[in-house]
């Protein structure tokens, strides 16, 4: 229970909330305004890219424990008796199985992002749903707008989705005997 | 002299406090009326991705890909201008001239819905093929109606197959409701915005309407795993 805490107490905060805390709320912080950081904290491209970090990394951090406690114990005894320890058990056993059972997870995640990364528009970054709402209003023009809008993100998102599996399926190249 | 945290937050003269929770009321109707209708959409989105036409199939899938592929706040915008100019161009038509709009809690909850909905056929869907077929068959051999089938068997264990998974949907309806903010509706987080305007405190009051984002999603989340645990009763050894 414990160790789900980081991932639900952000997991509950609607992104915008955290964008908005990033985007006004750090300039209160007095020294913040004044240190070298300023220059990025200010511009509405690196508070959006602060806070979907933040975000998806909560997500992360589950997904990589997930894959990591996923590895079967009998993989790691075996790596063991063959003699590798540390770094060596977590280079060639660990972490290629826990990469293999994570990805299908991180790619649906990733898909998440692309479709997080519209509300940078309410901070004035002029991305896809930026420039869209921005035609709206000017055009009214609701539903075309709508429908090519939709459909690059439904794009972008297939694509995604495709590389994702792509990759997957080279990962699992040495069961590619099994799937025919 | 400047009031200090608790002035603001209170509710004195200078408190945010009643505007910040009736915010939260509205925060929290927007997501329950969102959530019901995206229920109803759901159960639609459910039944036409198990209909046995392939056109309605086609209907259902196209539904859900859509809605869950373009971000939510797109839509938010395809139905709060999109409503207006529906409706202007119906009422011109009809003979009174002029610029109409709808008001933004109506179509902030339907596009919540819209998007819950979504989620939520998928959920339905699957629930529903987990039923153990044997069962309704049995009804039907009892001599059951479709409708009678449908009350007693079908849908109470859908439902308990649904609810874990309803409970994530119903948190993501919880947080969109915060992009209804866009549009005017004066929610949790447009609240905390004013607030924050006009007290020149932007860290305390986001940082409060995340805490009572919290709290509302806490507290949400208990009552649905009690009802979790009340449907799962009768299968508990």
Redesign the interface.
């Known amino acids: 229970m414990d160790r789900e805490g980081p991932r639900r ?1 952000v ?8 964008i ?2 990033i985007y ?6 007095a020294p913040l305004r004044h240190s070298a950081l300023w220059p990025f904290l200010r511009e509405p491209y690196w508070c959006a890219i602060l806070a979907l970090a933040l975000n998806t990394s909560a997500y992360t951090a589950e997904i990589i424990r997930g894959a990591v406690q996923a590895v079967p114990a009998h993989e790691i005894e075996a790596g063991r008796a063959c003699g590798m320890s540390g770094f060596l058990l977590r280079r060639r056993i660990i972490w290629p199985i826990a990469l293999r059972q994570g990805l299908a997870v991180y790619g649906s995640e990733a898909i998440l992002m692309i ?5 940078a ?2 901070i004035t970054l002029t991305e896809l ?1 930026g420039i ?2 921005k035609l ?2 000017s055009t ?1 023009r ?2 075309e707008i ?1 429908i090519v ?2 459909a690059i ?2 794009a972008l ?1 297939f694509l995604m989705s495709t590389a994702f599996a792509l990759f997957e399926r080279q990962l699992h190249a040495h069961h590619a005997h099994r799937r025919a | 002299m400047t009031p200090g945290m608790f002035d603001l937050l209170g509710f004195g003269p200078q408190g945010w406090g009643l505007p910040l929770l009736q915010a939260a009321g509205i925060t929290i109707s927007a997501a329950l009326c969102g959530f019901l209708l995206g229920s109803v959409f759901g159960i639609g989105g459910a039944t036409l991705k198990l209909a046995r036409s392939p056109v309605l199939r086609l209907i259902g899938q196209a539904y859900t890909t859509i809605f869950r592929g373009v971000p939510e706040i797109l839509v938010v915008y395809l139905f709060y201008f999109g409503g207006s100019v529906v409706l202007t161009t119906l009422l011109n038509t009809g003979g009174f001239p002029g610029f109409y709009s709808l008001p933004s809690f109506v179509m902030g909850v339907f596009a919540v819905g819209i998007v819950s909905g979504a989620y939520q056929a998928e959920v339905y869907r699957s629930a529903y093929l987990r039923l153990d077929r044997g069962q309704i068959e049995a009804g039907a051999s009892c001599g059951m109606s479709k409708f009678l089938l449908l009350r007693r068997i079908i849908g109470p264990q859908t439902l308990r197959f649904a609810l874990p998974a309803l409970g994530n949907i119903w948190q993501s309806a919880l947080k969109e409701t915060s992009l209804l903010s866009v549009i005017g509706l004066t929610e949790l987080l447009r609240q905390a915005g004013t607030a924050a305007g006009s007290t020149r405190q932007p860290l305390l009051f986001y940082a409060v309407a995340a805490a009572m984002f919290l709290v509302i999603g806490r507290m949400t989340g208990a009552v649905l795993g009690r009802m979790e645990n009340h449907l799962a009763k009768p299968w508990r050894r």
């Not at chain 1, 006004?24 to 912080?29: A, D, E, P």
Request: charged share 5%; no cysteine.
């Open positions: 107490t997991s509950r905060h609607p992104l915008l909330l955290q908005f805390l006004y709320g750090l300039g209160q912080i479709k997080a990364t519209s509300l528009s309410i749903t869209a709402h709206i209003s009214y609701v539903f709508f809008t939709g993100y439904l998102t």
